[in-house]
């Protein structure tokens, strides 16, 4: 757990150094975020344990000496089975309770940080609304991240729609705490705003105003952000701080909605082909001429003409509303199966910690190893593997290649047949692989053949 803390701490230092936050603050955004650390430690930890144990009991001969008192692994086991068995229930109970409350109160945390230091709301390379404009910045540099460089910024104003454009290659936020108000400094950009005349006809001719500037000033007010609660708890908007029932109820109702816009623009497409209304329009004709190529020939040429040039133009259009509410539709579906993975994660990783103890503890027995060597290499691969194809599964599942179901359950379901055959082997005191079940067809091969005797041996 403290090298993961660790880790996140290296990840969000650079969002926590520097933007004068109090050390009370920077501990509750810690103590918040750890919550999330336990389905990667948790499964993790008892993989390891297990292996370390198990590997010294038998390094150290207690096996052996259970077994001369007719004591099998199972049984050796089953004080631990039981144990592991109610930390999968505390996992899942943990899971579906403390780590939603914790990822709320970490999110909010975040948000609200972000609006006490603006600069902290600028993320590179997207549009951010900050006061009244919105800005997107190419690159952030400096100590407070202060200096931006390659700026866009689309200014608000009463008129809906953005008229009001500005670029500059290079700005400087400056500002101080003691003050409401946080100076953008713009250097070597331009002006663009499009005005709009009350008169028709002149609007028409889209008039524009456009300036060039070495230095442009714009002042925004922080009187709302400077008057922030970090203790708000506004935002609750993400799956993660939902527990089981609360996730069902919200895929649930998302489910619900998909499939009705789904059929909603099913039948406004219907509705904007004609093809239900085509038999009330049009009446076909009793013969037609073997002149008559095509529909196109009954007509003359302009109004073949026209008649292509609207087929045309209401086909592109039909395309180009397909291909929006097809991005409309795909990311619904992958809010869906967010959920529908946030919701197995839960019963997975109570599942994961007694599957994985069952990988461990013979595993232990086997390698005969204890310590903090050979078990723990062991361990970190076999939970990478099983960490791996989770992560690549439950990607695959957002698009909707694979059902979330399965995604989240992959690894689980790949680790118990090995969990299965481990316990088997170290039961029968078999080896870790069986190379004499590979070997000995090769050598009733040879010996039939004549080419090795019965007393020869292969090592």
């Given at each position: 757990?403290?090298?993961?803390v660790?880790?996140?701490?290296?990840?969000?230092?650079?969002?926590?150094?520097?933007?004068d936050?109090?050390?009370?603050?920077?501990?509750?955004?810690?103590?918040?975020?750890?919550?999330?650390?336990?389905?990667?430690?948790?499964?993790?930890s008892?993989l390891?344990?297990?292996?370390?144990?198990f590997?010294?009991?038998?390094?150290?001969?207690?096996?052996?000496?259970m077994?001369?008192?007719?004591?099998?692994?199972?049984?050796?086991?089953?004080g631990?089975?039981?144990?592991?068995?109610?930390?999968?229930?505390?996992a899942?109970?943990?899971?579906?309770?403390?780590?939603?409350?914790?990822?709320?109160?970490?999110?909010?945390l975040?948000?609200?940080i972000?609006?006490?230091?603006?600069?902290?709301?600028?993320?590179?390379?997207?549009?951010?609304?900050?006061?009244?404009?919105?800005?997107?910045?190419e690159?952030?540099?400096?100590?407070?991240?202060?200096?931006?460089?390659?700026?866009?910024?689309h200014?608000k104003?009463q008129?809906?729609?953005?008229?009001?454009?500005?670029?500059?290659?290079?700005?400087?936020l400056?500002g101080?705490?003691?003050s409401?108000?946080?100076s953008l400094?713009?250097?070597?950009?331009?002006?663009y705003?499009?005005i709009?005349?009350?008169?028709?006809?002149k609007?028409?001719n889209?008039?524009?105003?456009?300036?060039?500037?070495?230095?442009?000033?714009?002042?925004?007010?922080?009187?709302?952000?400077?008057?922030?609660?970090?203790?708000?708890?506004?935002?609750?908007?993400?799956?993660?701080?939902?527990?089981?029932?609360?996730l069902?109820e919200?895929?649930?109702?998302?489910?619900?909605?998909?499939?009705?816009?789904?059929k909603?623009?099913?039948?406004?497409?219907?509705?904007?082909s004609?093809?239900a209304?085509?038999?009330l329009?049009?009446?076909?004709?009793?013969?037609?001429?073997?002149?008559?190529?095509?529909?196109?020939?009954?007509?003359?040429?302009?109004?073949?003409?026209?008649?292509?040039?609207?087929?045309?133009?209401?086909?592109?259009?039909?395309?180009?509303?397909?291909?929006?509410?097809?991005?409309?539709?795909?990311?619904?579906?992958?809010?869906?199966?967010?959920?529908?993975?946030?919701?197995?994660?839960?019963?997975?990783?109570?599942?994961a910690?007694?599957?994985?103890?069952?990988?461990?503890?013979?595993?232990?027995?086997?390698?005969?190893?204890?310590?903090?060597?050979?078990?723990?290499?062991?361990?970190?691969l076999?939970?990478?593997?099983?960490?791996?194809?989770?992560?690549?599964?439950k990607?695959?599942a957002?698009?909707?290649?694979?059902?979330?179901?399965?995604?989240?359950w992959?690894?689980t379901?790949?680790?118990?047949?090995?969990?299965?055959?481990l316990?088997?082997?170290?039961?029968?005191?078999?080896g870790?692989?069986?190379?004499?079940?590979?070997?000995?067809?090769?050598k009733?091969?040879?010996?039939?053949?004549g080419?090795?005797?019965?007393?020869?041996?292969?090592?």
């Amino acid at each position: 757990m403290f090298i993961f803390v660790l880790q996140t701490i290296w990840l969000y230092i650079g969002e926590l150094a520097g933007k004068d936050l109090d050390v009370e603050i920077i501990l509750k955004f810690l103590l918040y975020f750890s919550p999330k650390l336990v389905p990667l430690v948790l499964p993790l930890s008892i993989l390891l344990t297990s292996i370390m144990t198990f590997g010294s009991f038998a390094e150290n001969y207690e096996f052996a000496a259970m077994k001369s008192s007719g004591i099998s692994l199972q049984r050796a086991m089953s004080g631990l089975t039981i144990f592991v068995f109610l930390v999968s229930l505390t996992a899942f109970f943990f899971s579906n309770n403390v780590i939603p409350a914790a990822e709320f109160k970490s999110i909010n945390l975040r948000k609200n940080i972000a609006k006490l230091k603006p600069a902290m709301a600028i993320s590179e390379n997207i549009f951010n609304e900050v006061g009244n404009i919105n800005i997107k910045v190419e690159e952030k540099s400096g100590d407070n991240d202060q200096f931006l460089r390659d700026i866009i910024i689309h200014k608000k104003n009463q008129r809906s729609g953005n008229f009001t454009v500005m670029k500059a290659t290079e700005g400087e936020l400056m500002g101080s705490t003691d003050s409401d108000v946080l100076s953008l400094v713009l250097k070597d950009g331009n002006y663009y705003d499009e005005i709009q005349p009350n008169d028709a006809a002149k609007r028409k001719n889209k008039p524009y105003a456009k300036s060039y500037f070495e230095e442009y000033i714009i002042n925004i007010d922080l009187s709302e952000f400077n008057n922030v609660d970090l203790d708000d708890e506004n935002y609750h908007n993400s799956q993660g701080m939902l527990n089981t029932s609360e996730l069902r109820e919200s895929i649930d109702s998302f489910s619900t909605n998909y499939n009705k816009e789904v059929k909603i623009f099913k039948e406004s497409m219907l509705s904007r082909s004609g093809a239900a209304t085509l038999e009330l329009n049009y009446k076909p004709a009793d013969t037609i001429t073997e002149t008559e190529a095509s529909v196109l020939d009954l007509f003359n040429a302009q109004q073949a003409s026209q008649i292509t040039g609207f087929a045309i133009s209401s086909a592109e259009a039909a395309l180009s509303h397909i291909k929006l509410k097809k991005q409309d539709f795909k990311i619904s579906f992958r809010q869906i199966n967010k959920y529908e993975i946030a919701l197995h994660e839960k019963y997975a990783l109570a599942a994961a910690c007694f599957v994985l103890f069952f990988v461990g503890a013979p595993l232990g027995a086997i390698i005969r190893k204890g310590g903090m060597g050979l078990p723990m290499v062991i361990a970190i691969l076999l939970f990478l593997t099983y960490h791996f194809i989770g992560i690549f599964a439950k990607n695959s599942a957002e698009d909707g290649s694979i059902s979330p179901f399965f995604a989240t359950w992959l690894p689980t379901i790949i680790m118990l047949p090995l969990g299965i055959l481990l316990t088997y082997r170290a039961t029968t005191d078999q080896g870790l692989f069986a190379f004499d079940s590979i070997f000995e067809p090769f050598k009733k091969l040879l010996k039939k053949a004549g080419l090795i005797k019965k007393k020869d041996k292969i090592d």
